[in-house]
């Protein structure tokens, strides 16, 4: 037989029978059957000891609020069919839990930039009221005034932000070209007849350029090399 | 802030299908025989990590592809406390897409694959540990040929895309290969989410003379059993599909003469259709030809090609990233994925400077599993010690029982094994 390796510094040797490997550790790290009564030293383990009850605690609220959401939507749906047939206030609600379940995986527990955050914030309570009022005879305040007025606040969030982190600018440039595009949508919206009120969409628009032009003439050269790097292909 | 990269053409991949289940982090470790001081190992990562600068980078988005950007911030080493492999916050790891950490006496490194490939990680950490011996005044030296000193200058062709410098053609009409698809591995998911680790250590001359016996080489014989390993699990489990593939990433150095630390591999996969009557010996003859086959020139100058007309085809190049990440992903769980069983990666022989050797215990490389490849095997020899590790995210370990007892029952050889105990 050949002599096993052992790992540096430790004398004991356990073997499992079962498996047909040597270990250090007192338990067989394969079928995990008891080897020997003394536990292996800290500072002769291989690995760390875990603390997986926070893991799993994680995980837990990050499956619930999706169980969560989807439980709450079907008693939702059941109680309408029962009270309410004629009318699908349900929507209402799935919209909702959508847009709560994004801003808690999303904007509360993932590590996403805040860049990120923002424009999923944006782009997610832009579906919610679109829905909302589509929902409700779209009486179109949510394309004609809210929609603009989101993207324009989404716009000047992150402009304060790059204005504030000065020497981290440029992790926000993605998030803000992406806003600037985005502040073009009422437009479109307007133009192809789903908005009927010009005034907001032309605000949005006109903000965009706006924000793209300060860039520009602030960012000046870096803004420029940036944009190269950005529009790669 | 003024040196940027793109991503290189396997990086882009590995970009687009990484999520919470598929960190494409993978783990490059060195083990010494002296506890590490982690005072002296951030001054030696302060010094090397501007020896690589293609891994002192962040990512950037773009609106056709991301690219990466010289990380101006600290990289700081901590003390291992997660699981191996685990997503990278890059949050918390000041938007590195690396990290080096710390246990006992081991240095491990683990890389974001869009970085870097096995290859480029384990020069990292030889270059790291060398650069920590030599500031705790052990008496090592170096040349240049051995590992890539830590205060030479950087070169611009250890941070070329190796794949555009030796493609040949680049407009092959039809990219995709045709690989089968192979029996899938499958299993609860581990409680909670993580990776589990189960390491075997076994003499490596040994195991390599034995290995020539059976006319194979050591990663022949290996692939062999493992092949064998799992067909005896499948058929216990009497699961029908019948082709058994492993996919071995083949580093493209040993016959492309590049020394970009940048992610320059291919990736062979070796299928063998199992039944109960095959002897282990044609298992073992059907590998080595393959192998043979799939490791050659030729061959892998047509994967280049192959490879580099996919990325520049002028369609996929134009169009935006949220929808082209979503489409490679879909085809690299679809098409890539289903092509194989697991993926094994040996590192091979890893060559130290002498003067290095008696600091060195053993060296391992740890793959991160993904869905439809929940157990991957990596394989490393130094100081004629291999580790073999095998890293799960399923409850299921009979693979890797098998695996170990075959190995022991065949060879004769002793095992010893050590877990990380994720999961259990």
Redesign the interface.
């Known amino acids: 037989m050949l002599q096993q390796f052992q790992m540096d510094g430790v004398s004991s040797v356990n073997s499992c029978e079962d498996c047909e490997i040597y270990t250090n550790e007192s338990t067989c790290p394969i079928c995990h059957q008891l080897l020997s009564d003394t536990d292996i030293k800290t500072e002769d383990r291989a690995y760390p000891v875990y603390n997986q009850r926070q893991y799993k605690l994680r995980a837990q609220i990050s499956r619930m609020t999706v169980i969560g959401g989807i439980i709450a939507i079907l008693i939702c749906l059941l109680i309408n069919m029962i009270v309410m047939p004629h009318f699908l206030w349900v929507f209402y609600v799935a919209v909702a839990v959508f847009y709560l379940v994004v801003s808690l995986n999303h904007t509360i527990l993932s590590a996403a930039h805040l860049g990120g955050k923002i424009t999923a914030q944006v782009v997610s309570l832009t579906v919610l009221l679109l829905v909302i009022d589509g929902m409700s005879g779209s009486v179109q305040w949510s394309v004609n005034y809210v929609v603009p007025f989101v993207i324009i606040a989404g716009i000047l969030l992150i402009s304060i932000i790059i204005i504030k982190v000065r020497l981290k600018w440029t992790g926000y440039v993605s998030f803000l070209l992406m806003m600037i595009a985005l502040g073009f949508l009422p437009l479109i919206l307007y133009f192809s007849g789903l908005a009927n009120v010009l005034w907001p969409s032309i605000s949005a628009a006109s903000f965009s350029i706006a924000t793209f032009l300060a860039m520009l003439l602030i960012g000046n050269a870096s803004f420029m090399t940036q944009l190269g790097r950005r529009f790669h292909f | 802030?003024d040196q940027?990269y793109?991503i290189d053409n396997t990086g882009k991949i590995f970009h687009a299908v990484s999520n919470a289940s598929n960190s494409a982090v993978f783990r490059v470790s060195i083990?010494l025989?002296e506890?590490i001081d982690p005072k002296i190992l951030q001054e030696a990562l302060d010094i090397v990590v501007l020896r690589f600068p293609t891994l002192n980078v962040r990512v950037?988005?773009?609106?056709?592809?991301d690219?990466l950007?010289q990380n101006d911030q600290v990289l700081k080493v901590k003390?291992?406390?997660?699981?191996p492999c685990a997503p990278i916050?890059?949050?918390?790891n000041n938007?590195f897409l690396i990290r080096v950490l710390y246990?006992?006496?081991r240095i491990a490194v683990e890389v974001f694959h869009s970085l870097t490939d096995g290859g480029g990680a384990a020069e990292f950490v030889k270059t790291l540990t060398y650069q920590y011996l030599k500031l705790k005044e052990e008496n090592v030296s170096a040349e240049e040929t051995e590992l890539m000193l830590p205060n030479a200058p950087p070169k611009t062709e250890e941070t070329e895309d190796s794949f555009l410098k030796y493609a040949t053609v680049t407009n092959v009409k039809n990219p995709a290969t045709n690989d089968k698809k192979a029996y899938q591995l499958k299993g609860t998911q581990l409680?909670?989410?993580?990776i589990n680790?189960?390491?075997?250590?076994?003499?490596a001359a040994?195991l390599n003379s034995y290995a020539k016996a059976q006319g194979t080489s050591l990663t022949g014989f290996l692939t062999s059993l493992l092949i064998k390993s799992i067909h005896m699990e499948k058929r216990r489990r009497k699961a029908e599909a019948d082709l058994i593939t492993i996919a071995m990433p083949v580093s493209l150095r040993r016959h492309f003469p590049s020394v970009s630390v940048r992610n320059f591999f291919s990736v062979s996969n070796i299928g063998v259709t199992m039944n109960d009557q095959i002897p282990f010996d044609d298992v073992i003859r059907s590998v080595t030809e393959q192998l043979i086959e799939k490791t050659d020139k030729a061959f892998l100058q047509a994967g280049i090609n192959r490879f580099v007309s996919f990325q520049s085809h002028i369609w996929l190049?134009?169009v935006p990233v949220f929808i082209k990440y979503p489409v490679m992903r879909f085809a690299f769980n679809q098409l890539g994925e289903r092509a194989k069983t697991m993926t094994l990666s040996n590192l091979g022989n890893i060559k130290l400077p002498d003067s290095m050797k008696p600091y060195v215990?053993s060296m391992d490389v740890i793959l991160y599993p993904t869905n439809k490849s929940p157990i991957n095997c990596g394989t490393a020899t130094v100081n004629d010690?291999l580790t073999i590790t095998f890293s799960r995210s399923i409850e299921d370990?009979e693979i890797?029982?098998r695996f170990?007892?075959e190995l022991?029952?065949m060879t004769?050889?002793?095992?010893?094994?050590?877990?990380?105990?994720?999961?259990?």
């Not at chain 2, 003390?79 to 699981?83: F, G, I």
């Not at chain 2, 004769?412 to 259990?424: C, M, Q, Y």
């Open positions: 802030m940027w793109k083990t025989h506890t950037r988005k773009g609106l056709f592809w690219f950007e003390e291992e406390t997660d699981y916050d890059r949050k918390e938007a246990f006992g006496k409680n909670p989410p993580g680790v189960i390491q075997g250590f076994v003499d040994a190049r134009i215990d010690k370990n890797i029982k170990f007892k022991t029952r004769g050889l002793d095992v010893t094994a050590v877990s990380n105990g994720w999961g259990e």
